[in-house]
């Protein structure tokens, strides 16, 4: 056999299996937990059964038992392309240092951005299938409680959109049966509709574009594993959908507001492909064998120039590589380069850029957590506490 071709077709075959092991860990982590969900709930019926008839029941949770395949798909058509109205963006200057920018601490935002209305799903790490409400919050005021959806996927996949009207999710069951399927509703739990099935409730979960109309959302095989990326326009009859020609082995996206740009999860990588599924560069200095990866993006900027994230050093361990909206770096995606923010010393939890491109910036500070509104040049123009009431939960949408 040619030795040369022998190493080309081993390279070819590194390539495709690298990727591949972000979508299955990120199956494997979720789906374990979700499983040990299921069980933990079952095994509190059994419990109380056993109580009952005087038999003692022993449980043993396998979690690494055959996970559940969903059946094939059931969207089969191409139609014709996604066209989304870019948002106007206004120009940004050169950046400049923070630190000795002005700021209003908790009062009215002054000239350059306000805040947008803020929405919270349950805490990383909640446990359970029981229903939880979303709440929303617009610093200043009240917060108000919103559509009921089942913890595991308010955590795991669910989407608001950017005008602030509805949410997106997949829920599945964890018979071997059964399918995710990817619902729509009002954010107050109304109008809910079945959108299509065969969704995937982990990797490629329910991404809102900024025209709030369409979604893109990936599929799985009957065998549990990849198989394709969509656009759907949740306003069609006939809920029509424009596939991806290629299929990334990628997960965790996020849509721009300008409509250009989708940034997704590589193997240990950040890439950023157009709305037809055409990549156009990575995010230097975070790759398997760099000295920076990530498994998990939260919020891209409006321009696609800038990328907030959650990322480790090499070696470190990845851990559950399931949405995490977590944030730790704000990079330049031209560059790799870190963004400085006026954190004041506190810690670091969130970051979401605005439209406008200013961010909504989430800080630990002692006991207390505060959102910093920080406009496009790094300026911080107000500083508001969050009620307690919202101090434990995950902040996954803020909407101008």
Sequence with gaps: MNQDRLRLDLAGLAEEVTPVDLRDRALRTSRRLG?????ATSA???VLLAAATGTALAIRPDAEGPVPAPAGPSVTGTWPPVEVTPTPQPSRAPSTDPSGSPSTDGGAPAAGGTFGRLY??????SAGSSAVRLRSWRPGGQPASLAPLPAIWALSNASVSPDGRRVAWVERGFDAKDVGTLYVSDIDGSNKQPMLSDADEYCVTPTWSPDSRHLLFGTMQANGGYDRVGVLDTRSDRHTVQWWSSRPQACHAIWSADGRT????????VALYDTTGRKQRSVPGLSAAGAWQSHHVTSLAPDATRIALFRIRKGEDAGDVGRLLRVNA???????KVIDLPLGGRELEQV???ADGSMVVRVKD???????????NGRKVAEQPEPAVLRDAQLIAVVG
């Design 35 to 39: 499983i040990q969900r299921a069980v």
């Design 44 to 46: 509190a019926a059994l």
């Design 120 to 125: 919270y799903g349950p805490a990383d790490g």
């Design 262 to 269: 989708i940034a997704m999860n590589t193997d240990a990588g």
């Design 330 to 336: 704000v990079l330049e995606t031209a560059t790799g």
């Design 352 to 354: 979401f850029f605005q």
């Design 366 to 376: 002692g006991g207390r957590v505060l959102v910093l509104l920080v406009d496009a």
